[in-house]
């Protein structure tokens, strides 16, 4: 293996690995630019990168693209768009599509449901069901309501919640390496 190719490779494993260490990424402005938002975007990108999706069911293919896709009033700017820029993830170039609407949203590799968006969850979660689209919520509590993902604050780090058992209905798996740099993360009903 190459060193740049070995770079590649371990280089996701090593971002992980420091977050993990750290407790989580930081929330706060480290420097001109960053916000809790960019470190989101990040980690979006790495939730792709560090999920499968199985395809267990031969009546419900794994999302046909790279899309990562918002709905609601967007929080990220233009952060999203520049961490995933020229990147991919289970072999697919990665894309950002945005729904203001929930009538409008159509399955993605990964769907942001943004905090104004909230209230329409269970419409939201409904009209993705089966899809194998891998939901991620802007609070702790989205793993909790039918979510996948769900981001919080804790102190000044962006840390995130994982419901294993909601993923896995709808045939995505989690790496073992991102379930470590979870926070929270619950694999059977009522279980952490």
Same mark, same amino acid.
């Given at each position: 293996?190459?060193?740049r190719?070995?770079?590649?490779?371990?280089?996701?494993f090593?971002?992980?690995?420091?977050?993990?260490?750290?407790?989580?990424?930081?929330?706060g402005?480290?420097?001109?630019?960053s916000?809790?938002?960019?470190?989101?975007?990040?980690?979006l990108?790495?939730?792709l990168?560090?999920?499968?999706?199985?395809?267990?069911?031969?009546?419900?293919?794994?999302?046909?693209?790279? &899309?990562?896709?918002?709905? $609601? =009033?967007?929080?990220? %700017?233009?952060?999203? @768009?520049? #961490?995933?820029? !020229?990147?991919?993830?289970?072999?697919?170039?990665?894309?950002?599509?945005?729904?203001?609407?929930?009538?409008?949203?159509?399955p993605c590799?990964?769907?942001?449901?943004?905090?104004?968006?909230?209230?329409y969850?269970?419409?939201?979660?409904? &009209?993705?069901?089966?899809? $194998? =689209?891998?939901?991620? %919520?802007?609070?702790? @509590?989205? #793993?909790?309501l !039918?979510?996948?993902?769900?981001?919080?604050?804790d102190g000044?780090?962006?840390r995130?919640?994982?419901?294993?058992?909601t993923?896995r209905?709808?045939?995505?798996?989690?790496?073992?390496?991102?379930?470590?740099?979870?926070?929270?993360?619950?694999?059977?009903?009522g279980?952490?």
């Amino acid at each position: 293996m190459t060193r740049r190719v070995a770079a590649r490779v371990w280089r996701p494993f090593a971002v992980l690995v420091m977050l993990a260490v750290a407790g989580g990424a930081p929330a706060g402005a480290a420097s001109p630019g960053s916000s809790e938002y960019a470190v989101k975007a990040a980690f979006l990108y790495r939730f792709l990168r560090f999920s499968t999706h199985t395809q267990s069911s031969p009546h419900r293919p794994a999302p046909a693209d790279g &899309r990562i896709c918002v709905v $609601g =009033s967007d929080p990220f %700017g233009g952060a999203l @768009d520049d #961490a995933v820029r !020229g990147k991919s993830a289970r072999e697919k170039p990665i894309s950002v599509r945005r729904f203001s609407q929930v009538s409008d949203l159509e399955p993605c590799a990964l769907v942001f449901v943004a905090s104004a968006a909230m209230p329409y969850l269970p419409r939201i979660l409904q &009209r993705l069901k089966g899809t $194998g =689209s891998l939901t991620v %919520g802007d609070s702790r @509590d989205f #793993a909790r309501l !039918g979510g996948m993902v769900g981001f919080f604050v804790d102190g000044a780090r962006v840390r995130f919640a994982v419901d294993e058992r909601t993923a896995r209905a709808e045939d995505v798996v989690f790496s073992s390496l991102l379930l470590t740099v979870a926070a929270e993360h619950s694999s059977r009903p009522g279980g952490q």
